[in-house]
């Protein structure tokens, strides 16, 4: 039966789906409408960026040139999007693409790029996954399995500061570590080459491009294994792939390689002082605070304009508890760069440690507007509790409370101690058992953080008949507790269909 209802269902959605791709020109699956494509990149790149350091504000005209040399390259695709190309700050060798054309390259990848003809190639890949649909062909593969396991439900009637992330940023931090089958990676090189020599380029800069990938993909370097490589895997095969295509494409084109080194002159000036920057993060995660800061103080002093340093410095001084100067440090970030959540949640955190919670409100709130996280929720919970606006808490608690994150569990804790005693049947079940000599029993369980006492059930039967029991005892935190009701004896454990157990009150133990 359950056959039966499922294939009906998977043909409708085959035929009321195939679309041509217009890359490919093979007819395929297409679920996601254009028009839903476009609105998923686009309400996910803000916060993709954010979770990935932001974008490169130091360097406007990078970002203007990596901009160029991407819409060079989207006038020539297949497949007309809004595209746009932005440079993050973050040394990781990386690059993606989101559905919809919103393509980000990391400045750690840039550094390692040795032409403007590499870089199209890295650009032109990303173009071919927009444009090929393999982002929105990941997500419908989510969204079929989905639907086939709903379709069997009704048949039978019977989850850096990614981790931080809540509530729809969560999408975006799933569409940025898409990882891409070895048939999409196939079709971004060779269409990718395609739309480099139709732009004027030389397309055998990717064959090259792919060989410095194997090579270092071979010495295992982790910046690269976490970055390019964990998402876009270099082989030997793509590297003949890539020379078998190139060998079919017009011979010359633009290599750019003056010009390109032109354009990255100031990040290759300022690389050490990136690297002192990370090497201050890893110290800081150390605790070696002193170590940090003269890390930081070292990198500032040769990019004074760059808001990550400021931040941390602020870091080290929030951690040391000298509020004041980790305050002034996260100001002058945030004057650096306006556009990213991390400033504005680590000020307003130094705003609540100096008991300023007005001004901490507003940089929190400013936080999750740019990427909603559970730390800012909590944060944002502990003042309006404070304040004595319960409701509002409970809101900024729930929301915090999805992370598996340190700031989730403490919102979650709060939360519970703050609405279970006001509403205990969302926190603390019941089910009904019978025992061997065929008496009611009532099963409670207690999945909470805290320990329950002085628990009233109330047991309804399907007629409408309603009994009510008080247990004193205490269920612990994360443990079940199994009690008498008095009711029965039944002759048929037909009546646990019939019966129905809610918990109406409950007591936390302090």
Not at 430 to 438: D, F, I, V, Y
Not at 459 to 486: E, F, H, W, Y
Request: glycine fraction near 8%.
């Amino acid at each position: 039966m359950r056959k039966l209802i499922i294939l009906p269902l998977l043909i409708l959605l085959f035929f009321s789906g195939c679309a041509i791709n217009p890359v490919t020109g093979e007819r395929e699956l297409a679920i996601i409408p254009e028009s839903q494509e476009i609105s998923i990149g686009q309400k996910n790149y803000s916060p993709s960026r954010q979770m990935q350091g932001g974008d490169f504000k130091v360097d406007p005209v990078l970002t203007a040139y990596v901009n160029g040399v991407g819409q060079r390259l989207a006038r020539v695709s297949d497949r007309k999007l809004p595209y746009e190309f932005v440079v993050l700050n973050n040394s990781v060798p990386n690059a993606w693409a989101l559905p919809g054309g919103k393509i980000a390259v990391n400045r750690g990848l840039l550094v390692e790029l040795n032409s403007e003809a590499e870089l199209a190639a890295v650009l032109g890949h990303e173009i071919v996954h927009a444009a090929a649909r393999h982002g929105a062909k990941g997500m419908e593969r989510g969204l079929f399995l989905q639907g086939a396991i709903m379709a069997a439900g009704i048949a039978s009637q019977g989850k850096n500061f990614a981790d931080y992330v809540v509530g729809g940023a969560q999408v975006a931090a799933g569409l940025i570590h898409n990882k891409y089958g070895r048939d999409a990676e196939r079709e971004a090189d060779y269409y990718g080459m395609l739309y480099m020599s139709r732009a004027g380029y030389d397309p055998r800069a990717a064959i090259g491009l792919q060989e410095t990938f194997v090579r270092l993909s071979k010495g295992r370097r982790s910046d690269w294994l976490s970055g390019l490589f964990s998402s876009h895997p270099p082989s030997q095969e793509r590297v003949a792939n890539n020379r078998k295509n190139g060998a079919a494409l017009p011979p010359g084109g633009e290599i750019g390689r003056e010009r390109f080194h032109q354009k990255i002159d100031f990040l290759k000036k300022t690389k050490q002082a990136y690297k002192d920057f990370d090497d201050g993060r890893k110290s800081l995660s150390n605790k070696d605070y002193n170590r940090a800061l003269s890390l930081a103080e070292k990198a500032l002093a040769v990019v004074p304009q760059e808001g990550h340093f400021h931040a941390l410095r602020g870091d080290v001084r929030y951690l040391q508890q000298n509020y004041n100067d980790a305050l002034i440090n996260f100001d002058r970030a945030v004057s650096k760069n306006n556009n990213f959540f991390y400033f504005f949640l680590r000020r307003g955190m130094s705003r609540t440690k100096m008991n300023d919670k007005y001004n901490a409100k507003f940089d929190l709130e400013s936080s999750v507007k740019l990427l909603p996280t559970a730390t800012a929720y909590n944060e944002l919970g502990n003042i309006e509790s404070a304040i004595g606006n319960q409701q509002r808490a409970k809101e900024y608690y729930q929301a915090a409370a999805s992370s598996k994150t340190q700031p989730g569990r403490q919102a979650y804790n709060s939360l519970v101690r703050m609405d279970l005693p006001q509403n205990p049947s969302a926190y603390i079940k019941a089910r009904p058992r019978l025992n061997r000599t065929g008496y009611l029993l009532a099963e409670i369980s207690n999945p909470t953080t805290v320990s329950v006492n002085y628990i009233v059930l109330r047991i309804m039967s399907r007629t409408g008949q309603v009994v009510t029991k008080q247990i004193r005892d205490t269920v612990p935190a994360g443990r079940s507790l199994i009690v008498g009701t008095g009711l029965g004896p039944y002759s048929s454990t037909a009546v646990l269909q019939n019966v129905r157990i809610t918990v109406s009150q409950a007591r936390i133990v302090q």
